[in-house]
């Protein structure tokens, strides 16, 4: 797996922050940190914990999927046939059932 790229990551949280009208101060208030913390996460000079990653996911009510890796059903296709090019082609059978799985158990 790539490194994750802070900078993309707070880029993300400011476009869905602004998006629903929230001020970098409110969403400091809901997930109890400082506004000068989010103004860093939004910049990528911070690293958030898990924890306050899946508190701005909740507010900004967006996936993890989205915050972290930019994942949207607009592009998810692109995103699992670029992992799907990553595996062994006799895996890939495996890669699909468990795919399909995966979704059948979240429905």
Request: a neutral charge.
């Amino acid at each position: 797996m790539d490194e994750l790229n802070y900078i993309e990551i707070g880029k993300r949280v400011k476009l869905k922050r602004k998006e629903l009208g929230i001020t970098q101060e409110k969403l400091s208030e809901l997930i109890d940190v400082c506004p000068s913390y989010i103004s860093e996460i939004e910049r990528g000079y911070s690293i958030p914990s898990l924890s306050t990653v899946c508190k701005i996911a909740t507010i900004l009510q967006c996936s993890l999927d989205y915050l972290i890796f930019g994942i949207t059903a607009v592009n998810a296709d692109k995103t699992f046939i670029e992992l799907f090019k990553t595996i062994p082609e006799k895996n890939h059978a495996l890669y699909i059932d468990l795919c399909m799985n995966i979704a059948n158990s979240l429905k």
